[in-house]
């Protein structure tokens, strides 16, 4: 009677899973499993694996040289897959990549419209170009950054470029937003409109966007998940909150003087950094754990502080230099 | 793509103009020359217009084709613009295709054109040009444009701008002619052929050089990372 019960359990629980995973399968806009791109014998993407669910504000970060550009350049079409699968919205990059280009919109890194063009006519290549158009939108737009019907293109200036690339993008009404370093070219006062204008969209139309940045205090403004990439590897993947939850700073002070590998040795500490008589340890997972061991080693001051993600990023990027990287891998 | 075509057309009306004055009417025509050695009348013979037309002009047709090839694509390469292009809900073969056409359709319409005015003055004048002859030479030199836009056309997909792109069409061009010239002429020598033969030969060839080069620009434009 008993080993029937904890059968039937074990099935639901099978059942469960199953029906689980299926599940998050359909919840992905966007999904990479094992990406890897290479320039001849120069391997840029290395086995990449990525998640994004179905709209998320998904932050692609990396320093320069990760591999961001030309990954995404995969996505989008412009380069073929060599290896591994993406899927898009449920549709396979390498067979599907008309009809994924149909409901994935995509703004390139530097600007890519025609400088010979008015804005007007621009707006009319792109609409005759597009699978689906939101005229309402698209005037709505122009009419909000005031980009001039009459103009040409190559007379705007380089934010306002990027914003009428960005109202083109969005007036395809894409399903997926795939964004290039979007910010990169503008001034900090168009870039506050700029993310303002991107959260707000997404927002009201539960769509999903992937962009990639280094500038990570934007990055920390607006996304909800990121991904952190050095040299073509997938470094962490997680969503912002818990990735910060789990990453905190641990500054103490010491009475007497202690050596720097007695306080690396506790459990859960990354690193150490000294700052004068003071200790930061950056730490990962338990930080609780660490204050009580810290406090038995005789600390006279322990505080518990958050990281932002422009912290927690250098603290990665220097794991993987040190070749820790097998240490730092969650899970 | 506009102002390239009005640019041509323009070139090309003036290339006209210039040549009607040079050439037409052709007064030689009744102008009775004396031999002095012999003493004897006769009239002079004078070149029809419209081969003098298509003499200079299918020159000037084939740069002109040079030059509408060259920035197929790699032109787009250089300003970042073929990223747009790629990223739409467009096959790349369609994407290829129009481009190709939209050169093809400008350069046929414009020398088709001009060449149709000339041709219809030629008629007027005392001394004509047989029609026949007149479309064939026509055709002629349609074909080799439209042969040097597939060529300047695939050579495009695979460098990164339009200079370098003439750069290497000019020395593929100029290397294929030279050598060309040199092959036919020693093989005609051998066998002697028959005019039929040779023209048959000539035909062929541009068909299969022609299919070539569509192909193989297309293969090339399909497959290549941007």
């Known amino acids: 009677m008993l080993s029937q019960t904890s059968n039937w359990s074990k099935i639901a629980g099978q059942n469960f899973s199953s029906t689980y995973t299926t599940e998050t399968q359909n919840d992905l806009a966007l999904e990479l499993d094992r990406l890897t791109c290479a320039y001849g014998k120069k391997v840029v993407v290395n086995n990449l694996s990525l998640h994004v669910p179905i709209g998320s504000v998904y932050g692609f970060l990396g320093p320069n040289g990760a591999g961001k550009t030309t990954t995404i350049k995969t996505l989008v079409g412009m380069r073929p897959l060599q290896s591994g699968r993406a899927t898009l919205l449920g549709m396979d990059v390498a067979t599907q990549g008309l009809e994924i280009r149909q409901y994935v919109g995509y703004m390139a890194e530097t600007n890519n419209l025609y400088g010979h063009m008015k804005v007007s006519e621009m707006v009319e290549v792109a609409r005759r170009m597009s699978h689906r158009w939101n005229s309402q939108s698209v005037n709505h737009y122009l009419d909000l950054f005031q980009l001039p019907h009459k103009e040409k293109i190559r007379k705007l200036s380089k934010g306002m470029k990027g914003q009428l690339a960005l109202t083109l993008v969005l007036g395809s009404e894409p399903d997926l937003l795939i964004l290039d370093e979007p910010t990169s070219d503008l001034d900090p006062l168009k870039r506050y409109e700029f993310l303002n204008q991107i959260v707000r969209e997404v927002s009201s139309a539960g769509r999903t966007i992937f962009f990639s940045s280094h500038n990570l205090s934007e990055v920390e403004q607006i996304a909800d998940r990121v991904a952190i990439v050095n040299e073509g590897r997938l470094i962490v993947e997680d969503d912002l909150d818990s990735l910060k939850s789990r990453e905190k700073a641990v500054k103490t002070a010491f009475d007497r003087p202690v050596w720097t590998h007695d306080l690396e040795a506790i459990p859960g500490v990354r690193r150490v950094l000294q700052e004068g008589r003071r200790f930061r340890l950056l730490v990962r997972g338990e930080a609780e754990q660490v204050v009580a061991e810290l406090h038995n080693l005789g600390a006279s001051s322990v505080e518990i502080v958050d990281m932002n993600l422009e912290a927690i990023f250098v603290a990665y990027l220097q794991d993987c230099q040190q070749g820790r990287l097998h240490e730092s891998l969650p899970e | ?226």
């Open chain 2, 1 to 226: 793509m506009r102002g390239k075509f009005y640019f041509w057309l323009g070139i090309y009306a003036g290339l006209m103009l210039i040549g009607l004055i040079r050439w037409s009417p052709n007064q030689a025509y009744n102008v009775v020359t004396t031999d002095f050695t012999t003493g004897m009348e006769f009239t002079p013979f004078v070149v029809p217009l419209f081969i003098s037309w298509i003499n200079f002009s299918g020159f000037i047709t084939l740069i002109a084709a040079l030059f509408g090839g060259v920035d197929l694509v790699s032109d787009e390469v250089d300003k970042n613009t073929l990223s747009f292009l790629l990223t739409k809900p467009i096959s790349r073969t369609r994407i290829y295709l129009t481009k190709l056409l939209l050169n093809v359709v400008g350069l046929t319409l414009i020398f088709g054109l001009s060449s149709g005015v000339v041709l219809f003055i030629d008629q007027l004048q005392p001394q004509r040009v047989n029609l026949l002859e007149a479309l064939g030479d026509m055709l002629s030199v349609l074909t080799a444009a439209i042969i040097v836009i597939f060529l300047s056309g695939l050579i495009s997909v695979f460098t990164r701008n339009t200079l370098q792109t003439i750069a290497v069409a000019v020395a593929i061009l100029l290397g294929v002619s030279l050598s060309g010239a040199f092959v036919i002429s020693k093989v005609a020598s051998l066998l002697t052929p028959t005019v039929e033969v040779g023209v048959t030969i000539g035909i062929l060839g541009a068909i299969g050089l022609l299919c070539g080069l569509f192909w193989s620009g297309l293969i090339a434009f399909n497959h290549k990372e941007f």
